[in-house]
């Protein structure tokens, strides 16, 4: 098992010292970064409403007080879940069109001497 972790590691070495040929700047990295989040982050919303749904359907299902309980908290906790995230995600779009920040560049430092 040492040996097989020891190859994977060293394998892997590459990858974490991101040697792989290529210079990476900034722009890049947030440009990187931004598309991974846009592709996560609908993911996430989509996991928070089933998780809201299955909670709904088993408060309605369930015949016990305690675990209708447990699903109320459960289903206050998803919703507040999903406003949060929604509401972000809209107030982030809400700045990117009042700053008109949609035009992808990154403006160069200003400096002073």
Do not use: H
């Amino acid at each position: 098992m040492k040996k097989i972790i020891s190859i994977v590691s060293v394998c892997a070495l590459p990858f974490f010292a991101l040697a792989q040929g290529t210079v990476i700047d900034a722009q890049t990295l947030f440009a990187e970064v931004n598309t991974i989040l846009n592709s996560i982050l609908p993911i996430i919303i989509s996991i928070a409403i089933i998780w809201f749904v299955y909670n709904a359907f088993i408060y309605m299902v369930a015949a016990d007080e305690e675990k209708k309980g447990e699903a109320k908290s459960k289903m206050i906790y998803g919703l507040i879940a999903i406003f949060v995230m929604v509401s972000v995600w809209g107030l982030v779009n809400v700045l990117k069109g009042t700053f008109n920040l949609n035009n992808g560049t990154i403006p160069p430092p200003i400096l002073l001497r």
